[in-house]
């Protein structure tokens, strides 16, 4: 153990050099061909399959997976990209222990599903390696379409309607696009500039430009938007981010857990990336959970996952709670932020502990902090929004706004699980009815 | 534990798991280690006339059909019989059966189907000590050009020829090994007996291709370019091979001859299966080719535990024991009525089932939306589809109707009396009923 990670504060290098290559390599290093056809033959192939309902894209996964089995590796990809333009990071990223594979009818008849995310990103990663597109553009319509947000809503829809035909003009407000692809995800998920290349692979259906640093709101509205392209599609996410809402909740090193994940994916070298000695990351989902795990990855000495409510209400997976708690990370549940402590940078954070119904107990707990980062939900950013259906853009079942020419999907519209995968199929479905709309077909 | 000693044609063995004709047979050093891992006897790689040995490809001789995880289903090769020295042969053999007085010794021989060449070689292998000899008439590929192997194999009245040579110039037990690359299995059986052979044993290789290189476009194994049929064995055949050894063992004309049974014993279940079918002993060589000699070991122990829980105390206890139960389809109870029943607590909703029954079959069973399946006893002709399709055992389950009730199907009452094609009014050749 490096003598680093003792050291309060907040700072880099906690780790000897070679440990963070170690700590942040893929999570599931990708299966090789002979893994993947006995991984494979574990798949009955069954009627009506409940993981192919269980998918938020429909991919044919008993298809895709005979299709690997029999050796043809670029078909099975071709069947998961027909739904999934991202098929490659959703198998990296997905759920998949609460989508596919807790479906699958081995993980009911033996608690062992077929690694259908692996068998995925085993066909996908075959495929984009070779560097080819397996689509090819529609005649041109002369149709133009804009898109809001370049995450995997905004690219899905762009995709889909290049291939239909129509030229996208897609506007993101970073500097690269991808969105949370690019920015949202731990490192060790997509290692290797996975998300950039799936970005670049997906470009070369062509028909489709890419303008970054243009946000709704700052430098495009959606009126002018409206005026003029034939339709528009808004994929743009959720920029704002969940006010702790306690007192002392301004100090120093109280952050983000949305920009530290994003820190560490843009860093060239994530040993640079500093880290706190104490770390307590408050909230329940993915992000948490990222960034809780990472914190432990660069070093941190005492990571606390901190959540209202109880396990069982965690948005972050089984699997992800025993990935973090595998690393070291002690998760703490129910207990709700009371105040952050310190004089003008965070030392303390104190909880209130609280029961189902969120009241306090009147027991509380005090942690020993000096970063803090804050997981608890974003929130859409915009104003001349079409209509809203709570905090977000109201939409019917084909992704249409209140607004006519608009639609919406992802994580920015109302209705579905903020997942990447749903925001594929939602940008997806969107471009099906833009196009739909657009031809009179 | 069970008594697995073998007593076949009065040659004895220690159990009934012989290694058969075959490469892992082709020297001393390798029929040593069998031995000292535990097999019963061998087969020794077939012998040919004294003079050049033949010669064998010099490129790849097995090509395989593989199951998931490459486990090993079926086998093909092309080699030949041995390409070494008669005289090596022979010495060694006879040192080895100086060494194990206690395992069977055949001796596989395959030569010219000439009284002379086999005048000549027979002294020679009696004089090593063997136990007895087994005739190669089923090599599929290569020898068969040259007028031996399966061309022998496929001529009953050759067969009958050249078995009667044997036993005329050799003193010890015949067994006749049989190619399964022929119509009907029981016309060279019914041969071999009549030139006198002690037993039959069966079968040799199946011809085969295991599969094209669709790059080069050729068969597999593949010598600079082209390829040849080889001889098909393994865990495939098993099925074949157990259907040719009942045939015989059912056949009035071949009844109660000797078998020695061979053709895909991956188990000792195999084993046990081909004794039921009248076999005294079985014979092995994809298996070992596949796991080594250990095999063996698991085999033994098998046999003799499942002997130990059904009361066998030696093997002539079961020997035989389904040949009466193996029939003809005309004798098949046509008033026995089950239905398919499917536990619902086992049920993974899996469906496949359901879409092997709908498209394929008989549309008797249905599917709720909840991916409940049931049988509906009406269209449910009882073809056991869909317990053979589903991945979970004894998740369906075939239920036999008792007498009396109405098979919702026929609308007809389940009678308890047997009733087969021979009588039934819609055979235009049915006789009266007694």
């Given at each position: 153990m490096a003598d680093g990670v003792f050291d309060e504060g907040i700072q880099a290098g906690r780790l000897a050099p070679d440990a963070y290559e170690a700590h942040f390599s893929d999570l599931h290093p990708p299966l090789d061909q002979h893994e993947a056809i006995v991984a494979a033959d574990r798949c009955y192939f069954c009627h009506d399959a409940p993981c192919i309902t269980a998918c938020p894209t429909d991919i044919d996964i008993p298809l895709f997976i005979r299709q690997i089995a029999t050796g043809t590796p670029d078909a099975a990809a071709k069947t998961i990209l027909t739904q999934n333009i991202m098929g490659g990071m959703c198998a990296r990223v997905c759920p998949t222990e609460q989508l596919c594979e807790q479906a699958c009818v081995r993980e009911e008849a033996e608690g062992k599903p077929v690694l259908i995310g692996q068998l995925q990103r085993y066909a996908t990663d075959h495929l984009q390696a070779q560097g080819v597109h397996p689509f090819t553009r529609a005649e041109a319509t002369g149709k133009r379409i804009a898109v809001v947000g370049a995450g995997p809503a905004g690219l899905s829809a762009a995709h889909r309607l290049a291939m239909l035909g129509h030229d996208v003009q897609v506007f993101d407000a970073r500097s690269k696009a991808g969105g949370l692809n690019e920015y949202g995800i731990a490192t060790y998920k997509t290692p290797d500039g996975f998300a950039q290349g799936e970005v670049d692979w997906l470009l070369k259906i062509g028909g489709i430009k890419i303008e970054t640093g243009h946000a709704l709101g700052a430098d495009l509205s959606l009126a002018s938007l409206q005026a003029d392209y034939d339709a528009v599609f808004l994929g743009m996410g959720l920029g704002g981010v969940n006010a702790l809402g306690v007192e002392g909740a301004d100090k120093d090193g109280v952050l983000d857990a949305v920009d530290f994940i994003a820190e560490l994916r843009q860093a060239g070298d994530v040993a640079q990336v500093p880290v706190g000695r104490d770390v307590v990351v408050i909230g329940g989902g993915m992000t948490a959970v990222d960034a809780a795990v990472q914190s432990k990855l660069l070093g941190a000495l005492n990571v606390t996952l901190v959540y209202r409510r109880g396990r069982d209400a965690m948005n972050a997976s089984v699997f992800e709670q025993d990935l973090a708690a595998s690393k070291g990370v002690r998760i703490v549940t129910n207990a709700a932020p009371k105040a952050v402590h310190g004089n003008g940078a965070v030392r303390e954070i104190e909880f209130d502990y609280v029961d189902d119904t969120m009241t306090p107990t009147g027991q509380t707990l005090r942690l020993a902090a000096d970063q803090v980062f804050k997981a608890i939900g974003q929130t859409l950013e915009g104003e001349t929004l079409p209509d809203l259906d709570g905090r977000k853009i109201a939409v019917d079942e084909q992704g249409r706004t209140s607004l006519k020419g608009v639609w919406a999907g992802g994580d920015c519209a109302a209705g579905g699980d903020d997942l990447t995968v749903t925001a594929v199929a939602e940008g997806r479905d969107a471009a099906m009815d833009i196009h739909a709309m657009l031809t009179g077909s | 534990m069970a008594d697995l000693t073998t007593d076949f044609l009065g040659i004895k063995s220690p159990n009934p798991f012989w290694l058969a004709s075959a490469p892992p047979t082709d020297k001393e050093y390798n029929v040593r280690r069998a031995?000292?891992?535990?097999?019963?006897?061998?087969?020794?790689?077939?012998?040919?006339?004294?003079?050049?040995?033949?010669?064998?490809?010099?490129?790849?001789?097995?090509?395989?059909?593989?199951?998931?995880?490459?486990?090993?289903?079926?086998?093909?090769?092309?080699?030949?019989?041995?390409?070494?020295?008669?005289?090596?042969?022979?010495?060694?053999?006879?040192?080895?059966?100086?060494?194990?007085?206690?395992?069977?010794?055949?001796?596989?021989?395959?030569?010219?189907?000439?009284?002379?060449?086999?005048?000549?070689?027979?002294?020679?292998?009696?004089?090593?000590?063997?136990?007895?000899?087994?005739?190669?008439?089923?090599?599929?590929?290569?020898?068969?050009?040259?007028?031996?192997?399966?061309?022998?194999?496929?001529?009953?009245?050759?067969?009958?020829?050249?078995?009667?040579?044997?036993?005329?110039?050799?003193?010890?037990?015949?067994?006749?090994?049989?190619?399964?690359?022929?119509?009907?299995?029981?016309?060279?059986?019914?041969?071999?007996?009549?030139?006198?052979?002690?037993?039959?044993?069966?079968?040799?290789?199946?011809?085969?291709?295991?599969?094209?290189?669709?790059?080069?476009?050729?068969?597999?194994?593949?010598i600079d370019g082209k390829g040849t049929h080889g001889g098909y064995c393994g865990p495939a055949v098993k099925p074949i091979a157990l259907s040719m050894v009942s045939e015989i063992a059912r056949a009035p004309a071949t009844a109660g001859m000797p078998i020695s049974g061979i053709g895909?014993?991956?188990?000792?279940?195999?084993?046990?299966?081909?004794?039921?079918?009248?076999?005294?002993?079985?014979?092995?060589?994809?298996?070992?080719?596949?796991?080594?000699?250990?095999?063996?070991?698991?085999?033994?122990?098998?046999?003799?535990?499942?002997?130990?829980?059904?009361?066998?105390?030696?093997?002539?206890?079961?020997?035989?024991?389904?040949?009466?139960?193996?029939?003809?389809?005309?004798?098949?109870?046509?008033?026995?009525?089950?239905?398919?029943?499917?536990?619902?607590?086992?049920?993974?909703?899996?469906?496949?089932?359901?879409?092997?029954?709908?498209?394929?079959?008989?549309?008797?069973?249905?599917?709720?939306?909840?991916?409940?399946?049931?049988?509906?006893?009406?269209?449910?002709?009882?073809?056991?589809?869909?317990?053979?399709?589903?991945?979970?055992?004894?998740?369906?389950?075939?239920?036999?109707?008792?007498?009396?009730?109405?098979?919702?199907?026929?609308?007809?009452?389940?009678?308890?009396?047997?009733?087969?094609?021979?009588?039934?009014?819609?055979?235009?050749?049915?006789?009266a009923a007694e």
């Open positions: - | 031995f000292e891992a535990g097999w019963g006897g061998v087969v020794w790689k077939t012998l040919g006339s004294e003079g050049p040995p033949v010669v064998n490809v010099n490129g790849p001789r097995y090509g395989v059909i593989h199951g998931a995880d490459r486990r090993v289903l079926g086998l093909n090769n092309i080699e030949l019989i041995t390409d070494r020295d008669l005289q090596t042969n022979l010495d060694e053999i006879t040192r080895v059966k100086a060494d194990y007085p206690d395992r069977a010794m055949i001796v596989s021989i395959m030569v010219p189907c000439e009284e002379q060449a086999w005048k000549d070689i027979l002294p020679k292998v009696e004089a090593t000590g063997a136990d007895g000899i087994e005739l190669n008439f089923g090599c599929p590929h290569g020898m068969s050009e040259r007028g031996m192997g399966a061309a022998v194999g496929q001529v009953p009245e050759y067969i009958e020829m050249v078995t009667r040579w044997c036993k005329q110039y050799y003193s010890k037990p015949v067994i006749v090994k049989l190619t399964p690359n022929i119509t009907d299995v029981r016309k060279p059986a019914e041969a071999a007996r009549r030139g006198g052979a002690d037993a039959v044993s069966l079968i040799n290789t199946i011809n085969s291709i295991v599969s094209v290189d669709l790059d080069s476009m050729s068969p597999h194994p593949s895909g014993v991956t188990t000792w279940r195999d084993a046990a299966e081909y004794i039921t079918m009248g076999c005294g002993n079985v014979q092995v060589c994809t298996a070992a080719m596949t796991y080594g000699f250990k095999v063996v070991q698991e085999m033994i122990s098998g046999l003799s535990e499942w002997m130990d829980e059904k009361g066998h105390t030696s093997i002539q206890d079961f020997m035989g024991a389904a040949v009466p139960n193996t029939t003809d389809w005309q004798y098949l109870n046509l008033n026995y009525v089950s239905k398919a029943q499917i536990n619902q607590e086992d049920c993974i909703s899996c469906g496949r089932c359901y879409a092997a029954c709908e498209d394929t079959s008989h549309q008797a069973i249905a599917m709720s939306e909840d991916r409940t399946f049931t049988v509906i006893d009406e269209e449910c002709v009882a073809c056991n589809l869909c317990v053979e399709v589903c991945p979970v055992e004894n998740c369906i389950t075939m239920v036999e109707m008792p007498a009396g009730e109405v098979d919702p199907r026929t609308g007809k009452v389940v009678e308890d009396v047997y009733s087969n094609w021979t009588t039934h009014p819609n055979n235009p050749s049915a006789t």
